[in-house]
């Protein structure tokens, strides 16, 4: 019965190395980098040239006497009009994570201080993550042939290996 066990996981593990593996992972973004969420910074300009993602995150450093993160909507972040948040991000140590779980536009602004009237607002669009790329086309004479041949066949092989010396290692019990 042990032997069973040990095969149907060697087997298990073969089968997880020669699956191929495609993640995207997410990314936290510093919003305005080594500036932070301060006024007089151009957040517009600071993120036009960004792509944010379905599970990324939006990472707010402020001083936290001065300032918050609220999300609101498209007329309020045009008007700089804190009423009605949508959400309110600020949690007090000026260490704020947004997190884009929605593909949709986020319209986030500064609320105290006039934050927003002196430049803390910015629109981010969410997108879904752009699909992966496709696999290489096989080419006998290029690296990424040897690549994908030691990763199909010569690992899940030298799994088998391994657990047939285990095999002949575990104790006959009839």
Request: aromatic letters at 14%.
């Amino acid at each position: 019965m042990a032997r069973v066990a040990l095969l149907v996981a060697a087997a298990f593990l073969a089968f997880l190395m020669a699956a191929p593996v495609t993640e995207v992972a997410a990314k936290r973004w510093t919003v305005g980098d080594n500036q932070f969420w301060n006024p007089n910074i151009n957040y517009t300009v600071w993120a036009q040239d960004k792509h944010f993602y379905l599970d990324d995150w939006l990472y707010f450093v402020y001083e936290r006497n001065q300032f918050n993160v609220i999300e609101v909507n498209e007329t309020n972040y045009i008007s700089c009009n804190s009423n009605n948040p949508i959400a309110n991000w600020t949690r007090g140590a000026g260490r704020d994570l947004v997190h884009l779980n929605e593909t949709r536009h986020y319209y986030l602004i500064s609320g105290n201080g006039g934050g927003c009237y002196g430049g803390m607002k910015l629109a981010v669009l969410v997108e879904k993550p752009p699909p992966p790329p496709p696999p290489a086309s096989p080419n006998k004479n290029s690296a990424s042939t040897v690549s994908a041949f030691a990763h199909q066949f010569v690992v899940p092989v030298a799994v088998f290996a391994a657990v047939g010396t285990m095999w002949d290692a575990v104790p006959r019990l009839w």
